[in-house]
């Protein structure tokens, strides 16, 4: 019932042309309720949409979350699915004259940190949304500029104002707190409640979910009604007894199928300070029935996890290429990760048995498999491979694979091997024969280590990879020396700066809520003064192992 009165409240305030907030803690169904509300419009106004021309925009935060609202919508053409950068660049595109004009405002503003020299600019280059960076010079502007541009025209041409809200008369946001708040204040300030029917801004989210700097966190503005829901679909009882007590201010009621439970909160204060808290942990929560198959580790940054599962030289060399090094490792997008994942994916299909899929790697290579004589040749070179896999380096396997009849470097990989024992480079190319001798002497183990980690062949994942997940069992592991931006210790002894320790408190409440059974608190390091009080007042309906 309380389900249906929380979606009566969203249609009451849609009939209405009120804009809103739906805030509702971990595992509310936030995203059902906002599914339901389309389909609700889609089933009411449909023919006035169509009639119209006008359509519901639906702003998510992530492509994964867009393709699940798309599914469960059945991808209907009346809905626009994107993230906030998608639909603004929609929207400014077709005002190049203007948007060139705020451009040039926007550069010599405070905003831009590094602004451009843009007077010797004769002709305005086409401008173009990148997801790599901007160079106003050249026309392309990147995922903030998207949204700063977008405010400043909104501003300085309201009819811009009529024409976005005459073709999106609704407008939803996904995980709202995660949405910066200039997208917030153009959204609110000027689009909800404008045009001839009013439009309806419709915000669905959790404040204490913002983990993200860039996110907005809670939202109060006069144009909204607050609809606040209590319900946990997701978590045993005795899991949400200890998000009551984290978050006092919104307590939930355990609603979902399963109630029973556990949560164990291990402090090992008698040994030593680092990984062997976790061994210990990880022991006594094994003679419990906690297995890595019904069990997530949650750790916060790939730093922890690559050194608990033996990749730390890997990801520092990426770290190094740069901000985008990491992510370009874990998205298997940079050229080197892009092979050697092939050649990884060649071993594990000749291990399975996999002909097909073996038989298609190889197309992609030198080879292919006609003959007996053939079968053989690639059998032999697998093995040899392997071989090489187990005891050398990255440089071994690239020297194999040079040789080898298995697949051929692609150009880019070709092209980065040449050059590493080259002169006179540019500096972007120095950089990359830097990076390609360096990643040579990495052990590759760690390459076997990285893309297990990626194939979710293993239970650890970062603790920001999982918002909007959920697990069995979930452990989370803390290590305050591990990271800057967090200090789960200093929240929960109340000594830390305001804005670190809401951060603090809203990653600990997103990685305790993903749990559906059972949920266990490891620290490996030692606690401030004033902190364990607190963890062990959280934890009282659990058991606490000192």
Not at 29 to 44: F, M, P, S
Not at 163 to 191: M, N, R, W
Request: proline letters at 5%; hydrophobic letters at 35%; glycine letters at 6%.
């Amino acid at each position: 019932m309380a389900d249906l009165t929380t979606i009566e409240t969203v249609v009451k305030e849609l009939d209405a042309r009120h804009s809103f907030l739906v805030e509702a803690g971990a595992g509310a169904g936030k995203t059902t309720d906002l599914v339901r509300a389309l389909q609700y419009l889609l089933g009411h106004r449909r023919s006035e949409l169509e009639s119209s021309g006008r359509r519901i925009a639906c702003i998510t935060y992530t492509n994964v979350a867009k393709r699940k609202i798309l599914e469960r919508i059945s991808a209907d053409p009346l809905v626009t699915v994107g993230t906030i950068h998608e639909f603004l660049w929609d929207v400014i595109q077709d005002y190049p004259r203007e948007l060139w004009q705020q451009l040039l405002d926007y550069n010599n503003s405070d905003d831009v940190r590094n602004p451009e020299d843009l007077t010797e600019v004769a002709t305005p280059p086409v401008i173009e949304y990148s997801d790599r960076g901007r160079k106003f010079s050249e026309g392309r502007i990147s995922h903030d500029d998207v949204i700063a541009l977008s405010l400043r025209l909104v501003a300085a041409y309201p009819k811009l104002i009529r024409i976005i809200t005459s073709k999106y008369p609704v407008i939803f946001v996904d995980e709202y707190q995660d949405t910066s708040p200039k997208t917030i204040k153009l959204l609110l300030d000027h689009l909800a409640g404008a045009g001839k029917e009013p439009c309806v801004i419709g915000l669905f989210g959790d404040s204490m979910q913002k983990i993200y700097r860039t996110g907005v966190g809670a939202v109060q503005h006069e144009r909204l009604t607050l609809i606040t829901k209590h319900q946990n679909y997701r978590c045993s009882r005795p899991v949400v007894d200890v998000l009551n007590k984290m978050r006092p201010e919104l307590r939930q009621e355990a609603a979902g199928e399963r109630q029973e439970g556990e949560v164990h909160l291990f402090l090992k204060a008698d040994t030593p300070p680092g990984p062997l808290r976790l061994e210990a942990a990880k022991s006594a929560l094994a003679g419990m029935g906690w297995s890595p198959e019904n069990s997530k580790y949650l750790m916060l940054t790939h730093r922890g996890i690559a050194g608990t599962l033996n990749y730390p030289n890997l990801l520092e060399q990426y770290r190094q290429l740069g901000s985008h090094g990491p992510d370009d490792l874990m998205a298997r997008t940079e050229p080197y990760v892009q092979y050697l994942t092939q050649v990884e994916a060649l071993c594990a299909a000749h291990r399975a048995r996999d002909f097909v899929e073996l038989t298609s790697l190889l197309a992609q290579g030198k080879s292919r498999i006609t003959a007996h004589a053939d079968k053989r040749t690639i059998s032999e070179a697998i093995h040899a491979l392997n071989s090489v896999r187990m005891a050398g380096t990255v440089g071994d396997v690239m020297d194999l694979m040079t040789e080898s009849p298995l697949l051929a470097l692609p150009g880019k990989v070709r092209e980065r091997e040449r050059r590493r024992t080259a002169t006179d480079l540019d500096e972007r190319r120095q950089r990359q024969a830097d990076f390609a001798n360096r990643l040579r002497d990495v052990p590759y183990s760690e390459v076997i280590a990285v893309t297990q980690f990626i194939d979710e062949l293993t239970p650890f994942s970062t603790q920001h990879g999982v918002k909007g997940d959920e697990f069995e069992n979930v452990v989370v592991v803390i290590d305050d020396s591990a990271w800057t931006m967090y200090n789960i210790g200093k929240m929960l002894a109340g000594i830390d700066k305001p804005d670190r320790t809401q951060r603090s408190r809203n990653l600990f409440y997103v990685c305790c809520s993903r749990a559906r059974r059972g949920l266990a608190v490891v620290f490996t390091n030692d606690l401030p003064d004033g902190a364990e009080t607190t963890a062990r007042n959280w934890f009282a309906s659990g058991t606490i192992h000192p």
